[in-house]
Every structure is written in C-alpha cells, then in structure tokens.
C-alpha cells in the first residue's frame, strides 16, 4: 500500500480517505481516552507541517482535514475541538505527559508549553507533577502564567525605589478566575466593536496577540510571506 503522506518541499499531500476514515474511527472511540485520539491525530496531521496540499497540487488548510474527520460517521466533536487534542497530543508527547493528571488539565496548559522554544514545557510538567491540578487550577495557573509574561504596567519604580520595572503580575497579583471559550468571543466582539481604526505601534506584537488567540480557540496562525494583518 502506497504511504498516506508524502514530505516535499512545499508541505505534504493530505491524508488519504483511507487514512482520514481510520482517524475518523479512532476519534469514535474517545472512550478508550483524549490522549489516544490526541496522538493519533498528531501522527496523522503533526502540528509542525505548516503547509498541506491536495493530491492534485492544490493547496488546502489543516483545518480542511479536521472537517473531514469530524464529518466521519460516529464521531461527534467538531474540527476545533479536534485540533485543540491534537495540539495537547503535540504538546505533551508520551514521554512527557504527566501521569494522574486529566487530560482537561494538559490541554489549560498546552498553549503555554510552546513559549521559549518548548523550555516552558519542562516548568509545567514540573509544576502538574507536584501539584496534580484540576482541570480548573490548571486553567487559572495558565491565566496566572500569562499575567505575570505580560509586558511591564509602571513607570519602571518599584515598589523599593529601585528602577526594576513591574510585571503585569506585581501590580494585579495573580489571576484566579477564567473566562469561558464563549464569554471571549463576546469581549473580542466589543472590543472590535470599540476600536478606533488606529494600528498597534508594534506590529510584531499584533501579529503575536492574533496568535495567541487562535491559541486559545485550538487553531493553528500561520504567516505567509506576501499577507497582511
């Protein structure tokens, strides 16, 4: 049997039906657990292939293949949430996932285990390994996480009269509470719907904040050369 993917230059040719109805069946069998449809779907659609192309050459999205597995009789997730396993499966591969800690709890964190060049991710695993968090305490040490990476809030005087500017973090403490998937949509539709029109001075920085959204929503941002945001 001919192999499922090819690697070029240009990205890989997408999964066979084959391959995708098989993906399809592993995902109807949750039961057996998240993590095992996680890996699976990794293996199938690595988060690290950037560019994926129908057989004939044309070009296509990741997403196009998570719609078609989602679409597999018997599975009952969307290609979101499919994307949102496979990004944990990514995250925390077999040799460092966490033993007794829920799959929910990986999954609060994933996002956050990609900072530094994947260094972050030994910290969390250190972190999930002592404390065994809930999905809910998972969820707030990420959003604590986030806090305290955010850029400096003062003039840069710290609270000893020295020039050590304060975190985000010093200034608020750390977040406890979470927002649900539903309750952004509607902050980013009213911050939207506030805005003025005017650019960020830093379009790195932008570019970066619409990662970290799609983080959060399970998506993949991706940058082409000749694109703009």
């Known amino acids: 049997m001919a192999k499922t993917v090819t690697t070029t230059d240009d990205g890989r040719e997408c999964p066979s039906d084959a391959a995708i109805a098989a993906a399809g069946a592993t995902v109807a069998k949750v039961g057996n657990g998240k993590f095992a449809v996680a890996y ?6 690595p988060r690290s292939v950037k560019h994926w192309r129908q057989r004939d050459g044309a070009k296509m999205s990741e997403k196009d293949i998570f719609q078609a597995i989602a679409a597999t009789a018997g599975v009952d997730e969307s290609a979101n949430t499919l994307i949102q396993w496979r990004n944990v499966g990514a995250a925390f ?13 990986h999954k609060a964190l994933a996002p956050l285990a990609w900072k530094n060049d ?4 030994s910290q969390i695993c250190e972190w999930m ?7 809910a305490a998972a969820a707030d040490h990420a959003k604590a996480m ?3 990476d955010s850029p400096p809030t003062d003039d840069g005087t710290g609270t000893d009269g020295d020039d050590t500017s304060l975190s985000a973090a010093d200034v608020n403490g750390p977040a406890v509470t979470t927002i649900t998937g539903a309750e952004l949509y509607a902050l980013v539709n009213q911050a939207l719907a506030q805005h003025d029109g005017s650019e960020h001075p830093d379009g790195a920085a932008s570019k970066r904040q619409v990662e970290l959204l799609a983080a959060a929503y399970g998506w993949v941002a991706t940058r082409k050369e000749d694109a703009t945001v």
Do not use: C, M, W, Y
Not at 40 to 45: C, D, G, K, T, W
Not at 93 to 105: M, N, T
């Open 40 to 45: 699976a779907l990794e293996i199938l659609v």
């Open 93 to 105: 591969p077999k040799a460092v996932r966490v033993e007794g800690v829920s799959f929910g709890a």
């Open 118 to 121: 994947g260094a972050r991710r």
């Open 129 to 135: 390994a002592t404390n065994k968090p809930t999905e």
């Open 146 to 148: 986030r806090l305290a």
